[in-house]
């Protein structure tokens, strides 16, 4: 059973580009969460997705970012018309039940954002 | 108040020894905890989690929660170099959608 896979594993974007990030949930999962991680410092949720719907989306910057969760393929985070300060690794995971007391979430191996 | 604040350490133990790491969380309706180690450069792991009043022992993990004190703590018994790496708590909100991770408690266990 593969684990929560995201790729690319590195990205190089120029200030301005566009960044796109994806993440393939654990087989079984249907809820994926994306987090923002700068260095020396602990996780930040962004947003909080099912399968065509987003079910959180409160700790992601009003502009310039948005999210997906299609009914087929990955999850995307994207970015539009970075800027440094989005250098950072964007982590996503995976669980198999929405919310309630047990909510283990599976981490994947994260995307590791450069913005030069 | 941060919502989940940890101490962010170094926290250094000799091999051998009970390292003792510390959470407190400001959501009194928040529901589940949990421990998430991680290796510099890697993703999170969970370790363990607990939703009730107490201990709950794993091997060598213990987690203990006092949700009156709204506070919950990791024990690693007989740490041991391997061990050193940054461990994260964390905290499902109210509404049970939301993770708030506390920026984590760095751990040194010196050989």
């Known amino acids: 059973n593969a684990g929560v896979m995201q790729n690319p594993r590195h990205l190089v974007r120029r200030r301005g580009q566009e960044a796109r990030l994806r993440c393939s949930p654990m087989?079984?999962?249907?809820?994926v969460y994306w987090y923002r991680q700068l260095p020396e410092e602990g996780l930040k949720f962004m947003v909080y997705l099912q399968k065509e719907n987003i079910i959180d989306e409160s700790g992601m910057p009003k502009e310039r970012f948005s999210a997906e969760f299609p009914k087929e393929g990955p999850s995307i985070l994207r970015i539009q018309q970075v800027v440094r300060g989005d250098s950072a690794a964007y982590f996503c995971?995976?669980?198999?039940?929405?919310?309630?007391?047990?909510?283990?979430?599976?981490f994947g191996p994260g995307t590791r954002l450069t913005v030069l | 108040q941060k919502e989940v604040e940890q101490n962010s350490g170094p926290l250094s133990v000799p091999e051998g020894a009970i390292a003792s790491l510390n959470c407190t969380y400001s959501d009194r309706g928040s529901q589940s905890f949990f421990w998430y180690r991680q290796y510099s450069g890697k993703s999170p792991e969970l370790i363990m989690f607990?939703?009730?009043?107490g201990d709950k022992e794993d091997g060598r993990f213990t987690a203990q929660l006092n949700k009156a004190s709204q506070y919950v703590s990791l024990l690693i018994r007989d740490s041991q170099p391997s061990d050193s790496a940054t461990y994260l708590c964390?905290?499902?909100?109210?509404?049970?959608?939301?993770?708030?991770f506390g920026a984590g408690t760095r751990l040194f266990v010196k050989a």
């Open positions: 995971a995976s669980s198999p039940t929405s919310g309630g007391v047990l909510n283990e979430q599976f």
């Open positions: 087989k079984g999962h249907s809820h």
């Open positions: 964390a905290v499902i909100n109210t509404g049970g959608f939301k993770t708030i």
């Open positions: 607990i939703y009730s009043n």
